[in-house]
């Protein structure tokens, strides 16, 4: 039998607890930083690869595709960092790094 989640307990007010980061869950900063990303560079999005609480909100990494090729192991990727506030409004943005699809990760954009 699969088990429930629990539900966060309704507070004195009767309104449920805020999640720990404002009105934005992991996922929710996810998927907006994704959209934010996409919108500002107008191009194909692969998808999220990061995110993180910061101080005031989010941190999001989303890879990007640059430049196709054929053969797709071509095509140059480029990781995002999307940095939201708590309510997925977006501060800042900015490219990491430009590799190739495939390369391998070169351990230098860890956190």
Not at 44 to 65: F, I, N, S, Y
Not at 82 to 94: M, N, P, Q, T, V
């Amino acid at each position: 039998m699969p088990t429930r989640q629990r539900r966060p307990e309704p507070t004195d007010s009767g309104t449920r607890a805020e999640p720990r980061h404002g009105a934005l869950s992991a996922a929710a900063a996810g998927e907006t930083g994704l959209r934010h990303i996409a919108e500002l560079t107008a191009r194909e999005v692969e998808g999220v690869t990061l995110v993180k609480p910061a101080e005031e909100g989010w941190l999001v990494d989303v890879e990007v595709v640059e430049d196709r090729h054929i053969p797709s192991s071509g095509d140059v990727l480029a990781l995002y960092e999307a940095e939201l506030d708590s309510e997925g409004d977006l501060l800042s943005y900015r490219r990491l790094r430009r590799y190739r699809r495939g390369s391998g990760d070169d351990g230098g954009a860890t956190r």
